[in-house]
């Protein structure tokens, strides 16, 4: 409800009793109403499987870059505490509250240095969300990928996680996790 109520007082002519109302009308009507506002009020959509873009991560700790010639992208690994310090102790399975944001940037030579290539323009933000019953299906993981500047939902419906999970799976002896933490002498 303080979500609904913080936005309903961004939307001019929304009163809080008008809000209130919602308290009683079934969960599933509120959380349409919930995507609703935040659409209306310009936030970003969600994914198909509801998840949103989750905000602040730049301040989080950084656990790696990485870079995919391929597609010829510079990424750059976060994590929320928890995931920061399962990291740095090895702890598998990650615990529930672990959050792994992957930011990918196309690359471009330094204007005053060429040799030198650096982040260009953004790409795409993904997100791992580990909540082992709530994404039992997935490895626990919650997975979401958001395009371009307008951070548009990647996927047509729910089941695009399957693409996400199903290319980590190689990776299950890690709790389906690729990026293990780039150390340097403290
Ligand atoms: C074709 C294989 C492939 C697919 C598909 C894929 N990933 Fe990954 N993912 C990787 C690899 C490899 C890494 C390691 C870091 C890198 O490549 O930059 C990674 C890393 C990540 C990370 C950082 C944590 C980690 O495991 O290292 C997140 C978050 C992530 N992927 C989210 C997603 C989401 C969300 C999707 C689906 C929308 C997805 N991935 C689909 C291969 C894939």
Redesign the pocket.
Known sequence: MERVRLAAREQPGRTERDTDMRGFLPLALVVGVLAAVSVAAGGPAAAPNGITPIHGYQDWKV?AP???PDKD?I?L?YGNDVAARAMESGTRPFPDGTV???V?WSTRKNPSFPAAVEPGKFAQV???IKDGKKYAATGGWG???FLGPELKP??DAPT??Q??????LP?KDND????SLARSPR
């Not at 389906?176 to 990026?179: D, E, G, M, Q, Y």
């Open positions: 656990i990485s870079y995919r992208h990424r690994i792994l944001v992957k990918a993904e997100f791992m997975f979401a990928r990647y996927g695009f996680v693409e996400c999970f199903g290319c980590h990776v389906f996790v690729f990026t």
